[in-house]
């Protein structure tokens, strides 16, 4: 059986980030599962236009499962997946993974991978950040989470908004061992010619 990547989508700013790895995703022929919250849903038509996911992902090459059903396969440990990505993920969904708070699938399946082991990547986007923020982001690194602010970069010379979307999206596939093409690597300072 194949083991999918999930993804799951929460009401912090940045759906447009979870939009690209999916199209990765997708291109690759992964089959990831995405679970998108309510509020989710109501960022990303803010931002993007549309909350509806195949407006932006088309209609094959994923499945979605609803975030309030905690009888899919993403609430138990017997089935098999490649990680969880939380991306963007919400203070109030960080706040619940690190305190074992289950409210939803997204939270029951983010549980599922704490206790299995396998990989968890959650991608914060909050600024400032809180006391409790900061000290839930510590229990999750502590738990074996692995922290990713949405903190774009600008060393390689961003032309672009999708320049930088591509930037995060790239550094969660990174993380994920999937390979990619969305960014140029980091080789060192560029060289530059010397002139008196």
């Known amino acids: 059986m194949m083991e999918h990547p999930i993804i799951a989508i929460t009401g912090a700013s940045g759906s447009a980030y979870a939009i ?16 998108v919250s309510a509020a ?9 236009g549309s909350g509806d996911l195949k407006e932006h992902l088309g209609a094959a090459g994923w499945r979605e499962e609803d975030a309030r059903d905690f009888t899919s396969p993403l609430a138990s440990g017997s089935f098999p997946t490649a ?11 960080l706040g619940a993974v690190a305190h074992g708070i289950s409210a939803n699938l997204i939270h029951r399946a983010a549980d599922v991978h704490l206790k299995e082991r396998r990989p968890l990547i959650v ?19 502590q738990a074996g989470v692995t922290v990713v602010p ?19 999206a790239a550094r ?12 140029k690597r980091w080789t060192g300072m560029p060289v530059f010619n010397e002139t008196e």
């Open 40 to 48: 989710g849903r109501q960022v990303m038509a803010i931002e993007l």
């Open 172 to 183: 969660v596939l990174d993380l994920m061992k999937i390979p990619h093409s969305l960014s």
């Open 20 to 35: 690209r790895v999916l199209q990765v995703l997708i291109e690759q022929r992964r089959e990831p599962y995405v679970v």
């Open 123 to 141: 991608v914060p986007r909050e600024t400032p950040v809180s006391t409790i923020g900061l000290q839930n982001m510590l229990t999750l690194s």
């Open 83 to 93: 990680g969880m990505v939380i991306m963007p993920c919400s203070m109030g969904t």
């Open 150 to 168: 949405a903190n774009p970069g600008f060393y390689h010379n961003p032309q672009s908004v999708q320049d930088l979307v591509d930037f995060m």
